[in-house]
């Protein structure tokens, strides 16, 4: 008995002096945490969702407009390590607060949301990832920017008579921002400069202006 329980005394400091110390590859990565972080993977596939702020710029068939809160998401794969090429697919729904020169009661003010597909293709710098925790997390920072190309699928129900007929169907932009990883999760703040105009009447100039805030998940 004294020798079992010497034994398994010497065999549990030993697989722990071997789990702080190992330099094998199992040591340094864990599976379930480092995954994400081996630098042996270039290309990685994540989902995003969150929030934007859409306004309008000025439109001689627009009286007013107000910016509304709409929401997106979407898939994306993320191609590199320092630097990146990150294309995507999104659902968006651009939301703005708006009065037209021509509607079916002047001066009534309506909620129009603009469904969109967008196909972003970002370049994008990051840091190398900082380690915490026994090699159980990590933080980075992204740079990105690029253009994107949405196509409009739908319009919601309004007052004012804005049909799906009434919008551009091929939306252009150029896209930049910030991010921040922390392990898997991913936080972005993105500003979408719209170069194509909103609505299809020959007289009309406005363009989209967005921000988005949106959290996304490396899987």
Do not use: C
């Not at 004294?2 to 010497?10: E, G």
């Not at 968006?92 to 021509?102: G, H």
């Not at 690029?146 to 699928?153: C, E, I, L, Q």
């Amino acid at each position: 008995m004294k020798k079992l329980i010497l034994f398994s005394i010497v065999a549990l400091i030993s697989f722990k002096t071997s789990a702080q110390f190992g330099n094998t590859n199992q040591d340094v990565y864990d599976a379930q945490y480092n995954r994400v972080n081996d630098p042996a993977t270039t290309v990685r596939y994540g989902i995003r969702a969150g929030l934007n702020a859409a306004n309008i710029t000025d439109d001689p068939t627009v009286v007013d407009a107000n910016a509304g809160i709409g929401t997106e998401f979407g898939i994306f794969a993320r191609i590199g390590q320092r630097f990146y090429v990150q294309p995507g697919v999104d659902f968006v729904n651009n939301s703005i607060n708006i009065i037209r020169a021509s509607q079916p009661r002047q001066g009534e003010r309506d909620e129009v949301v603009v469904r969109f597909i967008r196909l972003p293709v970002l370049v994008g710098l990051q840091t190398q990832s900082q380690q915490f925790g026994r090699n159980r997390s990590f933080s980075r920072y992204r740079l990105s920017v690029g253009p994107s190309f949405a196509f409009g699928v739908g319009v919601s129900d309004n007052n004012l008579d804005v049909r799906r007929r009434n919008v551009t169907n091929a939306q252009f932009a150029l896209n930049g921002g910030i991010g921040v990883d922390i392990w898997r999760f991913g936080v972005d703040v993105m500003y979408h400069h719209g170069l194509s105009n909103v609505f299809n009447d020959n007289t009309a100039t406005g363009k989209y202006r967005n921000f988005s805030l949106a959290l996304s998940l490396v899987l």
